[in-house]
């Protein structure tokens, strides 16, 4: 039985949208892949800003403090040598820490504590190496042992952690998702493939 034109036309008219909308979920697919992909690339360079960040910051503390303990108990001023850079170190860090948690973080409250927190250990600092450095070591000694430093340390160490923490999660989260992303586009482009080759095909 002859085959009609119309139905010709018609058929091959409905297998070129086919392929066409085949074709355009594959395209479509790749477009919002390659903006998500974007948008990972862009929160895992912050969260890694803000993980070493908060590594330093840590780090620079741990430094002042060693440093500070140090005079404290030798009363040799050469322990004092790394404080001062270990402040400003301390102080650039924390401000890379706040830029990078501010545009996408919840925890104002958290910052803000752990602002009031290292000023507070840097000031309980400042006037044992004050109190030290002018002779009057009882007084020096007695802050030591208040462990008021050692209060503030831990808990800046609570908030860093918990910070370090979130960025790794951060980045896992956006690794897998990214994995998800790429199979999908992989499965969309292989049944868009497989449905363009039939409409050649036929």
């Known amino acids: 039985m002859p085959i009609s034109s119309r139905f010709v036309v018609n058929s091959t008219i409905f297998l070129l949208l086919v392929g066409f909308l085949a074709l355009l979920a594959i395209v479509g697919m790749t477009i919002w892949l390659g903006e998500n992909a974007q948008r990972y690339v862009d929160e895992a360079s912050q969260a890694r800003t803000s993980r070493i960040s908060a590594v330093e910051l840590r780090s620079a503390l741990q430094n002042a403090e060693s440093s500070e303990r140090g005079f404290l108990v030798a009363g040799n001023e050469i322990y004092l040598a790394p404080y001062g850079n270990a402040k400003t170190q301390a102080t650039a860090h ?12 919840n925890g104002g409250g958290m910052l803000k504590r752990l602002t009031e927190v290292i000023a507070e250990k840097f000031d309980e600092m400042d006037r044992a190496i004050a109190l030290k450095t002018n002779f009057q070591d009882a007084e020096a000694l007695a802050m030591f042992r208040s462990n008021r430093g050692k209060a503030l340390m831990d808990e800046a160490n609570v908030f860093l952690s918990s910070i370090i923490r979130a960025s790794d999660e951060r980045l896992t989260s956006g690794m897998a998702e990214q994995r998800r992303n790429a199979s999908w586009l992989r499965w969309v482009s292989v049944i868009g493939g497989f449905i ?4 050649v095909g036929l």
């Open 196 to 199: 363009i080759i039939i409409v």
């Open 94 to 105: 924390f401000e890379h820490l706040r830029g990078s948690l501010y545009p996408s973080s």
